[in-house]
């Protein structure tokens, strides 16, 4: 059986060359699809996929957005003594590069660096909280032109920020996170107006801490973290628009595998009636049919992964593409099960094949 599908494959070349490029082609555009849509992900929630964090305590009418919860700094008051919670400040700013015009959009995000928020710094120093205004920002503004020692002016607060290190995946809203102490955030609050956070975040699942912390701060629900993610600003939009393209490539896949392994059944009906009328049972064909879309599958597929690795190493940094091999590996099965099933689909063919008249006989 496998020896007859070489054989066959072997004989004509053309004609599965050309059903091995098209798989080879819908596999890739899926592959590109799922690599912008996790790159479009991480572009705009990696601060808070990465973060060390179980779940989020939100004002209860923010419907999961981190920009629309507000909760008095003198509320948290209570939290400040458990290591397993700590509160977070987000907002949008601004910032003007000290003797240059040059602006550039951050989420600036208040923490405590000595707690499980403070991310990896991956160049340069950390922030401390005895230091004056220092950041440490997420890596993509180097694109802009920021380097270690570069000063950022905040105009409305009238304070300028010190770039003392780098850190890596850290964006919100696609912006880059610039992440400063607890005293620099309540600096950013004018003298007349509440010092507020954004959210109080667990790091670990405690149910009697988080009932705590319920009852202590009224006015406020605990969110999950795929649910915060959902809440960022046009996240959802952008990954279920993706989504939904990979899912009409998939079903359109279907078709066209269906119609060219059908049309290629049909043109070999009378070798499939030949070859039963010397005994081959439609098992051992359908078999055969089978082993052929498996190999093509797995070249197709296979040379679809590799482009997609060396498309990703090859593309601007400007574009967010990310090659997750586990979520490729599903598409590929996907696409795997879609090429079997376009194939079984034909095979109705292969029983209906008439011994006698493939040898020009007639009944």
Known sequence: MFSL??????????????????MFFVAALVFII??????????????IQNMNAHAFYLDKDADNR????????????????????????????????????????????????NSFLMPKVTEGSTIK???????????????????????????????????????????FSHTPVAFVNKESWENLFPSKQKVSYNTIVIKDANK???????STIKDGVWAEKGDVIKGIPGYDAEQKSLFM?????????????????????????????VLKAIGAKNGFLI???IIQVIILSIVSIGAAIGFAAILQAIMP???????DFGVILIYSGVLFIVSIFGALLSSASIVKADPLQAMGRAE
């Not at 005895?130 to 105009?155: H, N």
């Open 5 to 22: 599908s070489l054989k066959e494959i072997r004989f004509f070349k053309l004609r599965y060359s050309l059903i091995g490029f098209i």
């Open 208 to 214: 009697d801490i988080q009932e705590d912390v319920s």
């Open 66 to 113: 981190l920009d629309r919860s507000r909760f008095d700094e003198k509320v948290l008051s209570d939290i400040k003594d458990n290591k397993n919670l700590q509160a977070v400040g987000l907002q949008m700013l601004s910032l003007k590069e000290v003797d240059s015009d040059k602006k550039v959009d951050v989420s600036m995000m208040g923490i405590d660096p």
């Open 245 to 273: 393209m990979l899912a009409f490539l998939i079903v359109i896949a279907v078709f066209v595998l269906t119609a060219f392994f059908y049309i290629m059944t049909i043109q070999k009906v009378n070798q499939f009636g």
């Open 129 to 171: 909280s005895s230091k004056g205004p220092t950041i440490v920002a997420d890596d993509s503004l180097k694109k802009q032109g920021i380097e270690i020692g570069d000063k950022l002016y905040e105009e409305n607060s009238d304070i300028t920020y010190t770039v003392v290190g780098f850190t890596e995946k850290q964006t």
């Open 317 to 323: 940094k400007g574009i967010p593409f990310v090659f």
């Open 287 to 289: 078999g055969s049919t």
């Open 34 to 47: 799922s690599g912008l849509a996790n790159g479009l992900s991480s572009d705009n929630a990696s601060s």
